[in-house]
């Protein structure tokens, strides 16, 4: 609780920053369908940590990353995720490549969520294990969401192209999957060594 109690100023940033975000991304939308389909898995994941937040309180590294990736969303679905500023022509690119920092991120920041969760709940024995487990759940988690929108795709025809930003990219499916893969791996490769200093913290 004590924890709870130190963190509080945090959290009302948190909301603030999340909160402000969130209604600039729903001012006029490129579609409000496609903003609407983008914006709804922040919406969702905010009220779990609301949920959670006094049975299970998080590190401040973990809540950072779930803020950082719920304005990665809310941006693309502002925009749609083919038409958001300054990454189009990025570097020469002949597409726009703002989604594929949104599936980088969709492996690095669920990845610490994962590690989070099994090292305190004691789930996996073994770092080379838990490791294997985290980046087998990130590919799954990607995949899943990549079935997602190809049923939303099917069940709504035209209307999904935005939410499904693949500009006409053939394997567009593999490399986004491939980039979540790779940003669950650099996740723990990077991050690892300060989640462990403030799970320490956390007691």
């Not at 905010?46 to 590190?59: D, E, G, N, Q, R």
């Not at 980088?104 to 994962?114: E, K, N, R, Y």
């Not at 462990?196 to 913290?201: E, G, I, S, Y």
Request: net charge negative; with cysteine.
């Amino acid at each position: 609780m004590a924890n709870i109690d130190k963190d509080r100023p945090i959290k009302y940033i948190w909301i603030a920053v999340y909160m402000v975000v969130l209604v600039w991304s729903g001012i006029h939308p490129k579609d409000f369908f496609t903003w609407f389909l983008e914006v709804l898995p922040a919406m969702v994941g905010a009220i779990v940590l609301l949920l959670s937040y006094k049975s299970f309180h998080l590190t401040p590294l973990v809540y950072f990353l779930i803020l950082v990736h719920s304005i990665i969303l809310m941006i693309g679905g502002h925009y749609t995720y083919a038409e958001v500023p300054f990454f189009d022509d990025l570097w020469g690119a002949t597409r726009n490549n703002y989604d594929k920092v949104g599936h980088f991120a969709q492996g690095f920041i669920p990845a610490l969520i994962t590690r989070e969760i099994i090292l305190r709940k004691n789930i996996i024995n073994g770092a080379r294990w838990q490791m294997f487990f985290i980046v087998c759940f990130c590919l799954a988690f990607s995949a899943l969401y990549e079935l997602i929108e190809w049923g939303v795709a099917l069940a709504s025809g035209e209307d999904a192209e935005a939410f499904l930003g693949t500009q006409g990219y053939m394997w567009d499916t593999q490399s986004d999957m491939g980039l979540a893969l790779l940003g669950a791996i650099t996740g723990l490769i990077v991050l690892s060594k300060l989640h462990d200093k403030q799970l320490m913290k956390l007691g």
